[in-house]
């Protein structure tokens, strides 16, 4: 396993910047990492790709050394276990709303003293080859980032009990299905859904954690590290829409 360097600069309240990716290609993440991305987001939620795209999706992110991250849409012990062992550095578990929520990703995301994560030689220990498993159970249990997803009105009720979990590195503001939960689906700039997401924010980071939120372009995202969140991300899909959308209306207005 590698040293998670978004974790480390998080420890050091440094902003790390990334995005969500959707679209099941390896040479996408390739071209992400490349580009100067700190981290990427494989999205086994709202994406299709299988398991074994997703581990190939995990190479390509090691080769341009961009940090891979996964969302995994269930929180599941054996389900999470899979993406682990793939070789993902951390998790982002959607849909935390109570404490308990939160205590069970981190079972199944870490080893035992910590956890219950099961073990075996598989390509996150570099099949035992790089290491002995008890020096991997350690670097695994101290570099695998675990961030847990805030959406709902029941969650910003717990959120207190919530930052208690240890081992939670990072709660994010999924501002979109806030949106709906307070009663205004998609308005994700309305000052409410902005000022319920910045408060939250400020009870995570007095709780020794680091905030996390999406934005829609690199100003959104300027402006919410203005406000002490650390971990920005943003979409592929939409990078690439209104990417191909200006090139279509350039051409079309040079006509």
């Known amino acids: 396993m590698y040293k998670n360097q978004v974790k480390q600069r998080l420890l050091r309240d440094e902003a790390v910047f990334g ?12 071209v992400l ?7 990427v987001i494989i999205d086994a939620e709202h994406g299709i790709a299988d398991f074994e795209t997703v581990e190939n999706m ?8 961009i940090v891979p991250i996964t969302r995994i849409g269930l929180n599941l012990q054996q389900y ?13 578990i959607p849909f935390i709303n109570t404490k308990k929520e939160a205590e069970k990703v981190v079972t199944a995301v870490k080893y035992p003293p910590i956890g219950n994560r099961g073990l075996a030689s598989t390509r996150a220990s570099k099949f035992g ?12 249990n101290q570099e695998t980032l675990v961030v847990a997803q805030i959406e709902t009105i029941e969650a910003l009720k717990n959120l207190n009990d919530i930052l208690t979990v240890d081992n939670i590195d990072v709660v994010f503001f999924g501002p979109t299905d806030l949106s709906a939960s307070l009663g205004m689906p998609g308005e994700i700039d309305n ?26 372009d690199a100003k959104s995202l300027l402006d919410w590290e203005a406000k002490g969140f650390r971990y920005l ?3 592929a899909s939409s990078l690439l829409t209104r990417s191909a959308t200006k090139f279509i209306i350039d051409i079309n207005t040079s006509i």
């Open 19 to 30: 995005l969500f990716c959707n679209i099941p290609s390896p040479m996408v993440v390739e």
């Open 33 to 39: 990492g490349y580009a100067g991305f700190d981290f």
């Open 58 to 65: 995990i190479r390509a992110s090691e080769v341009s050394s």
């Open 80 to 92: 999470i276990l899979r993406f682990l062992d793939a070789g993902s550095m951390g998790v982002q």
């Open 129 to 140: 080859l790089d290491s002995t498993l008890s020096e991997y159970i350690k670097l695994a």
């Open 191 to 216: 000052p409410k859904v902005v000022n319920v997401i910045e408060q939250a924010g400020k009870k995570v980071r007095e709780a020794g954690k680091s905030a996390g939120v999406l934005g829609i």
């Open 233 to 235: 991300c943003t979409n």
